[in-house]
DNA sequence: AATATTATGTACCATTTGGTACATAATTGA
DNA sequence: TCAATTATGTACCAAATGGTACATAATATT
């Protein structure tokens, strides 16, 4: 294959875009803006995506989706205390939960904002988040196998709550802020497993 | 005071804005496809709101969270069982799941539009939820005083449980619709009351 | 009836939007 | 070295954006 050599790396290119989608949503993101933050022309950048800003955007939901599944996915299997380390991850939402920069789950804001305006979009939103509650299905499987649950709930509604409580925070957070009002919400809804 | 009478209703048309805001955003949502909706003339419309699309869009947050408010506290007040009214509720978001007309909670999308778009519009829209958060507040109290709730967490606490819970919800049902996994999730989500 | 005041509808506008066309540059393979 | 091919940067553009200016209409007060 000839041609002049790109000079961007395209998964580069693709978190750099997502950063600014993250910040301000993939209407108010303006292709400029766009452009600036990936560092790239627009003959470059509509070569690349030819479907324009709504492939680029699209892109993005993958990517971001597949690495933060592998960081789950791999998290838990690291973890001794699998429980301990399920709640720690919610947990986790409530450390940048001063309000003013409160991006939210990029997943669920796409499906918001998606609703209305690009239903395909809103569905592959919809469905990566559900690659995630499998994966929250999965380790409830396992803890409660191994007895470290004593629920006995199919773990399939409660790998639906425990999204739902994702969801959940990522919206209260950007309401108020208050980390530790965050965290006992955390607490009261995982007291389901105690 | 003189001058040619109004023809139309102030609250007649921030309802009918509020609808198109509802269901596109506040961005999305034309001034045309507003205009349109209110029936009336650009003329009209920036000499009542002087702020333009911002002004009507604040106004619809400050009437829509109005009315809520009021049809939550008289609705409690009418109910005989107030544990079972609450539920009922919560359990009413997932009658229009169906995900083609999923507009979700008009004060949570507007949180999480206005996040990085208008600071101020964010804190109100979070205000006005948590005037939402103080009402739930106020049933549990008094869920509490009566024994109808045995659980000692603080009423605070709990309404923020709640109001995360409705934050939830309204995302949740965003990405798959099935109206009896939603509802699973609110009985599971109530068992911490029984 | 005249005037002051408020409402309405239309014509207009600067700015911004995402996107395209195209000349030029940098490669590879023959 | 010369095509063929792919990448880049710039100039450009039609459409849509929210908003303004202003002439006209309809009312209350005097």
Same mark, same amino acid.
């Given at each position: 294959?000839?041609g002049?050599?790109? =000079?961007?790396?395209?998964?580069?290119?693709?978190e750099?875009a997502?950063?600014?989608?993250w910040l301000k949503g993939?209407?108010?993101?303006?292709?400029?803006?766009?452009?600036?933050?990936?560092?790239?022309?627009?003959?470059?950048?509509?070569?690349?995506?030819?479907?324009?800003?709504?492939?680029?955007?699209?892109?993005t939901l993958e990517?971001?989706?597949?690495e933060?599944?592998e960081?789950?996915?791999?998290?838990i299997?690291?973890? =001794?205390?699998?429980l301990? +380390?399920?709640? =720690?991850?919610? +947990?986790?939402l409530?450390?940048?939960?001063?309000i003013?920069?409160?991006?939210?789950?990029?997943?669920?804001?796409?499906?918001?904002?998606?609703?209305?305006?690009?239903?395909?979009? =809103?569905?592959?939103?919809? +469905?990566?988040? +559900?690659?995630?509650?499998?994966?929250f299905?999965?380790?409830?499987?396992?803890?409660?196998?191994?007895?470290?649950?004593?629920?006995?709930?199919?773990p399939?509604?409660l790998g639906?709550?425990l999204i739902?409580?994702?969801?959940?925070?990522?919206?209260?957070?950007?309401?108020?802020g208050?980390?530790r009002?965050l965290?006992?919400?955390?607490d009261?809804?995982?007291?389901?497993?105690?």
């Amino acid at each position: 294959m000839a041609g002049r050599p790109r =000079q961007f790396d395209e998964i580069e290119i693709i978190e750099r875009a997502a950063e600014v989608f993250w910040l301000k949503g993939y209407e108010a993101a303006s292709a400029e803006e766009l452009l600036m933050a990936m560092n790239i022309g627009k003959g470059s950048f509509y070569l690349t995506f030819k479907g324009g800003k709504r492939e680029l955007f699209e892109k993005t939901l993958e990517h971001f989706s597949k690495e933060s599944l592998e960081k789950l996915s791999k998290g838990i299997a690291a973890a =001794q205390d699998k429980l301990a +380390y399920l709640k =720690q991850v919610f +947990y986790e939402l409530t450390e940048d939960a001063h309000i003013s920069k409160n991006k939210g789950c990029y997943l669920g804001n796409a499906v918001v904002e998606m609703s209305n305006l690009d239903r395909e979009l =809103q569905l592959k939103a919809g +469905y990566l988040l +559900y690659k995630h509650e499998l994966e929250f299905v999965k380790i409830i499987s396992t803890l409660q196998s191994t007895g470290a649950i004593k629920t006995n709930e199919s773990p399939e509604i409660l790998g639906k709550y425990l999204i739902n409580l994702w969801n959940g925070i990522n919206i209260t957070k950007r309401c108020s802020g208050d980390a530790r009002a965050l965290r006992s919400i955390i607490d009261l809804s995982f007291k389901i497993f105690t």
